[in-house]
């Protein structure tokens, strides 16, 4: 199988807290891969530790046969990213804040006004980005990681914040983007709905374990053999990481 | 190269190259106007006429200078953290550490611009207004250089704080605490007062000699290299959590 992204046994530990508990992850190459989880099971700090943001406390990865640190530069010009909030500077407009980006990656001027068509921020591009409401902010956001088309894009729940129409706006455009410039998205959600809409392979977290790991046909596979009606998928889910819950409780009596 | 003009982008709309350029305007201002009011009691002072046109105007210019480096420093830094700017900085393929450095060329070249101006005003005082034949250039240029180098160990140190704190109140306040410490340290005559850089840049306000001293400039020297040497090596070691 050619997989763009892997890791090994990846963990991240704090002092008496593990968010990331040796998680490994095959990411297929022009896939969109479903990082699924309830609000502080790691995925974000998964994605920090694929972007260099955090180091881990043991395992390893490999981007596009590429590993960090040595290899620092050349992966993150290969990597579209947005993690957790959108980032900017508020005194610059939201086309200043990716002639910045544009600068550092060496682009074309034009890849700006593609990234903010991309978005649909065209005509609010000459407004200074404190100005921008958090739906605006977020679209920012997306094009500064979308900026260049780069073969890689790492999606931690970009469609917080929008209106209906904008999540559902931004969601088709999530799912186009591998068939319109071969691309390779890791999008996270702790909604199975939404992943479910978009993802090729889903990989479930929960306190920092993998719980499954694999297709979305094979999680239906696994929904019925578990007895869940499998076209309940977000049943699934919830049951999963309920039972992982459970389980961890009664480690924790022990 | 590329990350110094990038740096410079940034910087659109936050007023760090206004400020420091404004107080070099100021800092002339204020020493013509001084200079022209106080003329007769500035020159009856019992020191040598350069002594008098150095040292005498210094203390106030110097004081201007302190507070926009201080205010300097924490907006190069503000427009990093306001709207998280920094963490996507640290998902893109540049160098960290040469921003850093990118930030401290900024303001040490907008600095050197402000000292200059103060500095055509001191020349146009001493040709115009002091006795015939007392003005010497060179004495003007030796203490322009050692104010400033005197100057650079509170921006180093500035710079390096800034870096530090997310909340601009932080290093805001840390400035104003050296600059009241320095003030009551300055004219102590314990050596070991100097490590304090603040106690440096406030050297050449309180002595009633233009001629530099060599052991504060051995000192800001070190200074220099040690804060600079921690912001770099705090911007290429600490990551962004």
Redesign the interface.
Known sequence: MNYIITTEQLTKKYKNFISVNKVSLHIRKGSIYGFLGPNGAGKSTTM?IL?????PTKGSFTINGKQFPDD???I??E?G?F?E????????TGR?NL???R???GLKKNSVEDALELVGLTEFGDRL??KYSLGMKQRLGLA?ALLGRPPILILDEPTNGLDPSGIHEIRNLIKSLPALYDCTILISSHMLSEIELIADDIGILNHGRILFEGTLDELRQNALQSGYAAENLEEVFLSMVEKDNTARKQRTKL | MMTFVIELRKEKRTGVIALLLGVGILGAAYAFINFIVRKETLLNIPLAPMDVLLTQLYGMIMIMNMFAIIVAACMIYNIEFKGNALKKMYMLPINITSMYFSKFLIITVMFILAVALQNVALVQIGMTYLPQGAFELVTLITFAGYSFITSMPVLSFMLLVSSCFENMWFPLGIGVAGFLSGMALATSDIRLMLIHPFVVMLKPAVAMSAQPDMAVIIVSAMEIVLFLGAGLWMSKKLHYE
């Open positions: 920090k972007l260099g943001l955090t180091v620092r530069l050349k993150l010009k990597i990213s993690i909030s959108p980032s900017f500077y508020s005194n610059l200043e002639e910045i980006i600068r550092i990656l980005a404190k500064g």
